[in-house]
Nanobody, 122 residues
């Protein structure tokens, strides 16, 4: 099995910063694409940022220039640095990883973290 554990959420004033982390553990052979999603109350889950194994990144238009995704492949960890936060960034943030397990190397399976709350006050 594989577990993704997020940390770093919290309450910050508008204009503040937070850094989210998501560490993957378990029977991991390799991790491919990783990403951060968010879901605000009453809204659908949306992609915030993604990163490939090689470091190529993509961002939602709403966070470009403010958020930065990065990863440490040696630690199986993905990060999301969030600067200039706005009240509309308030949501539960989830990490996602496409994982090949040691017990099933022919499959790439998406795993999700449990989510971490980010609240930005105005």
């Amino acid at each position: 099995q594989v577990q993704l554990v997020e940390s770093g959420g919290g309450l910050v004033p508008a204009g503040g910063s937070l850094r989210l982390s998501c560490a993957a553990s378990g029977s991991i052979f390799s991790i491919h694409d990783m990403g951060w999603y968010r879901q605000a109350p009453g809204k659908q889950r949306e992609l915030v940022a993604g990163i490939t194994t090689g470091g190529n990144t993509n961002y939602a238009d709403s966070v470009k220039g403010r958020f930065t995704i990065s990863r440490d492949n040696a630690k199986n960890t993905v990060y999301l640095q969030m600067n200039s936060l706005k009240p509309e960034d308030t949501a539960v943030y989830y990490c996602n990883a496409a994982v090949v397990q040691t017990t099933a190397r022919f499959l790439k399976i998406p795993y999700w973290g449990q989510g971490t709350q980010v609240t930005v006050s105005s």
